[in-house]
């Protein structure tokens, strides 16, 4: 692949062969990935939230739209992991990632007291959004359920779209 004065270099170390590669991908690129002599899996972020009492609705199952208050929370640690948390004041930050949609889908029934492992993965990284993919899956390894958001990088200044910043498009690179 051609080097480009656009990109990101990502080192990895192979998996079973213990060989070290550098690899330069374009920052226009829809996610990073891990490359090892096995293939190849996107990178992710994994939260784990135990479901309460309080997240169920009177049939004992999960409420709807608390599978995206979960995913929000865990976008919030994923933030933070990120090193780009979420601040008290929003004029301390460089960008607000708004969210402008937000879709879910309920593959299997959610209980109290289900532990829960939601990742998170870049899906995709424009100039002025991003998109991020959501799975939540259960003690059992079933995937429960599946979420996605686009994020519009705003001014929090002026409230105006605005291209998302070198540093945090490398940080979304992470995930």
Known sequence: MAKSTDASSVEGMGST??????????????????I???????RMFTYQHIVKLHD????????????????HDALQEC????????LPNR?????????VHADSDY???????DVLRISITLDHIGTTSCSLRYALINQHDVEVGRARTVHCAVDPT???KTPI???LRLALGRI
């Open 17 to 34: 062969l213990g060989m070290r590669m550098t690899l330069t991908f374009p920052l226009f690129l829809t996610h990073r990935v891990d």
């Open 36 to 42: 090892t002599d096995s293939g190849y899996r996107p």
């Open 56 to 71: 169920t609705d009177g049939y004992g199952i999960l409420f709807f739209a608390n599978q995206l208050r979960m995913c």
């Open 79 to 86: 933030w933070r992991a990120i090193g780009h948390p979420l």
């Open 91 to 99: 004029h301390q930050l460089a960008v607000l990632p708004v969210v």
């Open 107 to 113: 593959l299997a029934k959610i209980v109290v007291d």
């Open 158 to 160: 002026t409230d105006v």
């Open 165 to 167: 910043p070198l540093a």
